[in-house]
């Protein structure tokens, strides 16, 4: 089944339906959430700057998805929105904003504290035009604090939430988890989960509010059960100790004879026992509950993975139902992805699916993102300012 033969539901059935969203951030973790009310019916307009930009060209009428890596990562959050071009320095393109504040619900912004108050945007001001408005507010540290107005991306978030520290190994390199933790996790996720408590709250109480998304708060939030372990130990998680982060030679990845690499994650005994007795070892089926024992189990488990393909390794340890999985490519993830309907085209453009998957009142993928301002005409039409 592909994404576009997913079950989907009219609009006026999905759950946000009517709700009103003016995206006026920049940055991926913005544009997810967007992406995310939009798929579950809001009607999101983004408010574009004028002129062109590297994310632009996913618009423009000459784009090709494979024209360039990030035009189509920022084009796939695009998608189920509407967009209109304004200069927030001009007085008449202000107007619309207004306007576009006092009759919607909620507006989500990405900007550094302090940047929209001084264009007259900021909740006080913008609480004035609507006093039902929710305004959500994504940043890296939040609003105050002595690092509120630092520049940051992903990668400093996690260097400040100790994050990192944790993925660096015997050799102190930190891995890096992409951008997935804090700009969407931390920051797009917890920004819709805010937006839909603050709607919810709105519904019983008629009252907006201001919520602020910190990145960084959103990661320290991420790692409460990492954390809670460091309260108990009063000592530093590290790759090589954690026994979540490869601390644990049966919870770690293994290298095959063809160089492709299957991930166990059997920290229950009777997991640890079965992989062990597969790979004709069960002297060491107690063994994982000794730490002296682990270097000698992941001596074994490197020579039993050396010496056989990715394929041979699967297909002797598949049928255990132990927690072992083949490390995939993209491509392979992917199928995948399409075998489950999260991935394939809609109207010839390829998209993720939608997800979480209601039984009643699904999300739906729309197909390739509008061009910029594509409906700034039509929405001023619609406030009567054309």
């Known amino acids: 089944m592909t994404a576009s033969e997913a079950p989907r539901a009219t609009i006026d059935e ?6 009103k969203v003016i995206d006026l951030s920049r940055q991926a ?26 994310r632009a060209q996913a618009t423009s009428p000459e784009w090709e998805l494979e024209s360039d890596e990030r035009v189509a990562g920022y084009a796939a959050l695009r998608r189920n929105k509407r967009s209109i071009e304004l200069d927030l320095k001009a007085e008449r393109d202000r107007q619309v904003l207004r ?14 504290p302090g940047a929209l108050k001084r264009l007259g945007f900021d909740y006080e001001s913008c609480k004035e035009l609507n006093p039902r408005l929710i305004y959500c507010s994504i940043t890296g540290y939040g609003q105050t604090g002595a690092l509120a107005t630092t520049a940051g991306h992903d990668i400093n978030f996690l260097a400040y939430s100790g994050l990192l520290s944790c993925l660096a190994g015997a050799t102190g390199r930190p891995a890096i988890p992409l951008n997935l933790v804090a700009d969407f996790a931390g920051g797009g996720l917890m ?30 939030s991420l790692l409460a059960h990492t954390a809670s372990m460091f309260f108990a130990r009063a000592m530093d998680v590290r790759q090589d100790r954690y026994f979540l982060a490869g601390g644990l030679p049966h919870y ?7 160089g492709r690499r299957i991930a166990l994650g059997g920290l229950e005994p009777w997991f640890f026992e079965a ?10 089926r107690q063994a994982d509950s000794d730490p002296h024992r682990h270097e000698e189990v992941a001596r074994h488990l490197e020579a039993w993975f050396g010496q056989r393909s990715g394929d041979e390794a699967m297909e002797l340890l598949g049928p255990l139902d132990a927690c072992i999985a083949p490390v995939l490519s993209f491509t392979e993830a992917m ?9 394939g085209p809609v109207d010839g453009y390829p998209q993720i699916g939608v997800t979480p998957r209601l039984s009643v ?19 001023r039409r619609e406030l009567g300012l054309s």
Request: charged share 20%; proline share 7%; glycine share 16%.
């Open 14 to 19: 999905r759950p946000l339906a009517g709700i």
């Open 29 to 54: 973790p913005g544009p997810y959430c967007s992406m995310l009310l939009a798929d579950f019916g809001a009607e999101v307009v983004m408010v574009e700057p004028p002129g062109g930009s590297t």
């Open 99 to 112: 306007s576009l504040i006092a009759g919607g619900d909620v507006l989500l912004e990405g900007f550094r």
């Open 191 to 220: 920004a819709a989960l805010g937006i839909m408590l603050a709607l919810f709250h709105r519904q019983r109480t008629g009252a907006g509010q201001a919520i602020d998304v910190s990145m960084l708060d959103g990661v320290y």
């Open 252 to 258: 770690a990845t293994y290298g095959c004879r063809d």
């Open 275 to 284: 992989l062990m007795d597969a790979t004709g070892r069960p002297d060491l």
């Open 335 to 343: 199928e995948l992805a399409a075998s489950r309907g999260m991935a």
């Open 361 to 379: 009142s699904p999300g739906r993928a729309a197909g390739r993102p509008p061009r910029r301002n594509a409906d700034g005409g039509e929405i």
